[in-house]
């Protein structure tokens, strides 16, 4: 069996009862997808997709969230960790951006997580099961307790779900629960959630990317206030909030009250700082000994300095241009095209990421489609999708055949925390410039950059994203489907063709492994030829560790749990 063969969707089972969890076979896990639907910026935070080989009436538990695979040299008083980027809340109901969820996860649990390999284990949930196509059933962890000493129970998983899920919710994780029907606690320690209709994608909704877990009286007490520096979070995981200062850090201690193993890091300082010059230095000074999202074309610089080791890894994630189909002159396909035959994905792959990277021919890799298609028909499937690749001749004669003949002027952003896509936005501008095109670049905080996103106000965007699923289906339901536009939707190129549309609307109710990949396919297939994107990149990641310090299980998952548990001293 191929690494391809062995994910298939959440909800491609058969109607008999199945167990979770499931294992994968211990092997490097490629491009497996923590952010649902909104663009992120940061370090290397994946989920993988679901296994369909897995038994009946098996039950998994764990008995701690540490991963294993690195002697430790004794426990670490002070972990000191430079992020590229702000937060303004810590809570990622309200700000969902990557950064928030290397805070949160800390602290908050879901029901389910992910192990090192890429499968989903209980966390929270000391077992679960898909009863029926549209019923998944929880059995809760006894014992558990949040950082505040109350007990965890039914009542706040309910609360925690159905913060998201309510009729009206403003949570940035609302659009994940919209098929959610009913939360219903069907024993003192069972919780039973019920869709409204078969969803080919629900079984991921309860792990970290759309799951924190905090206590029902918390959530009633503090309401808004949760995630301030005032309130900051409450959870059941391995740390808690001490210390909270906007544009300057976080810090968090050891949860005595954790139910499972006692971290080495007692102590956890985040602080930000997105001035990479300044972080480089910050390591050089032993301020910090852990920085996240460094840039690939600086780690020689990194790996330089004294001690410090530098470990990269697939982060998942994609890097798209979107082209707001509902703004002049953007809503011209020949200017949509031209502007994707001006950047060259090929050199940016090679001279800016150093290879770390693979160019984009869609928004899901080959590797997400396992359990939907065989290898060689994802093949033929990425043969068949419209490419855009580097032509300015073919860019000048599209844009003079189009609504704006001589060209116009228009502005992109891009986060501070994404350095690699401002340059690669750069390359793009000054292409541009040959056919008439003028295209000012501009860098602003990752809070802005997430807002802007869901406004929809812009023209032309640089998309982040990481997907949450291993499912193909995620990328191309969020990105394509009409549904999802307007602002606040995740369709940010506002792109609504009715084929397409209906094609993934199908593919939502779908529990059938062949019809949901040929909807799937004729979705991105009709939709690439309206280019209202152009993908650049598939993404790595790379995370910079000081003298004595390493990581176990480092990986595409690393960042998807307690991630300071797997920290430990080598001497």
Not at 18 to 26: M, Q
Not at 202 to 216: K, M, N
Request: glycine content about 8%; overall charge negative; aromatic content about 8%.
């Amino acid at each position: 069996m191929t690494v391809d063969d062995w994910f298939v969707s959440a909800l491609s089972f058969p109607q008999s009862e199945v167990e979770f969890p499931v294992s994968l076979p211990e092997s490097q896990i490629t491009r497996r997808s923590l952010l649902k639907a909104i663009a992120i910026a940061g370090g290397v935070v994946t989920i993988p997709g679901l296994l369909a080989a897995c038994s009946a009436g098996s039950s998994s538990t764990v008995t701690s969230a540490s991963g294993s695979g690195g002697a430790s040299g004794g426990p670490i008083p002070l972990l000191g960790v430079g992020l590229p980027s702000s937060v303004s809340s810590l809570d990622v109901a309200r700000e969902a951006g990557i950064v928030n969820y290397v805070i949160a996860l800390l602290v908050q649990e879901a029901l389910v997580g992910v192990d090192a390999s890429g499968a989903l284990v209980p966390s929270l949930a000391s077992s679960f099961k898909q009863s029926a196509p549209t019923t998944f059933v929880y059995d809760i962890r006894p014992g558990v307790t949040f950082s505040d000493g109350a007990a965890l129970t039914v009542e706040d998983v309910i609360a925690s779900i159905e913060l998201n899920s309510k009729t009206g919710s403003t949570s940035a994780l609302a659009y994940a629960y919209s098929g959610v029907e009913s939360v219903k606690a069907t024993s003192a320690s069972q919780v039973t959630v019920t869709l409204k209709a078969p969803s080919s994608q629900f079984g991921w909704v309860t792990s970290p990317g759309t799951l924190q877990i905090t206590s029902a009286a918390f959530l009633a007490k503090n309401g808004a206030k949760i995630g301030t520096p005032e309130v900051g979070l409450l959870g059941t995981g391995p740390y808690k909030i001490k210390e909270f200062v906007p544009d300057s850090h976080v810090t968090l201690v050891r949860n005595d009250a954790y139910w499972g193993a006692k971290p080495e890091v007692a102590e956890v300082r985040l602080d930000f700082i997105t001035d990479e010059t300044t972080r480089q230095l910050a390591m050089r000074q032993k301020s910090i000994q852990m920085a996240l999202n460094v840039p690939l074309d600086q780690l020689d610089q990194w790996k330089a300095i004294d001690g410090v080791s530098v470990d990269v890894a697939t982060d998942n994630s994609l890097v798209t241009l979107a082209f707001n189909t509902t703004k002049k002159p953007w809503d011209d396909v020949k200017v949509r095209q031209a502007v994707a035959h001006s950047i060259d994905r090929a050199a940016i792959v090679s001279s800016l990421l150093k290879g770390h990277g693979e160019v984009a021919a869609t928004f899901p890799t080959k590797q997400e489609w396992g359990g939907l298609l065989a290898p060689a028909e994802v093949d033929a499937l990425y043969a068949s999708i419209p490419q855009y690749d580097f032509d300015l001749e073919k860019a000048k004669t599209l844009l003079a055949a189009s609504s704006v003949p001589g060209g116009f002027s228009d502005t992109v952003t891009y986060p501070n925390s994404g350095p690699q896509i401002g340059k690669a936005l750069l390359t793009l501008s000054e292409n541009l410039k040959a056919i008439g095109i003028t295209l000012s670049v501009k860098e602003i905080t990752l809070e802005q950059w997430i807002a802007d996103l869901g406004k929809h106000e812009s023209g032309i965007y640089a998309g982040w994203y990481f997907a949450t699923t291993g499912d193909p289906a995620e990328y191309t339901q969020q990105l394509l489907n009409g549904a999802y536009a307007g602002v606040n939707g995740t369709n940010i190129a506002n792109y609504d063709n009715p084929a397409v549309t209906s094609a993934l609307a199908a593919e939502q109710k779908s529990i059938d492994s062949a019809e949901r990949a040929k909807l799937l396919s004729q979705a991105l297939v009709t939709a690439a030829g309206d280019a209202p994107y152009q993908p650049l990149w598939w993404g790595q990641a790379a995370t910079a560790f000081g003298p004595g310090l390493a990581a176990r299980n480092y990986g595409p998952y690393f960042f998807i749990g307690p991630w300071a548990t797997n920290v430990y001293a080598t001497a």
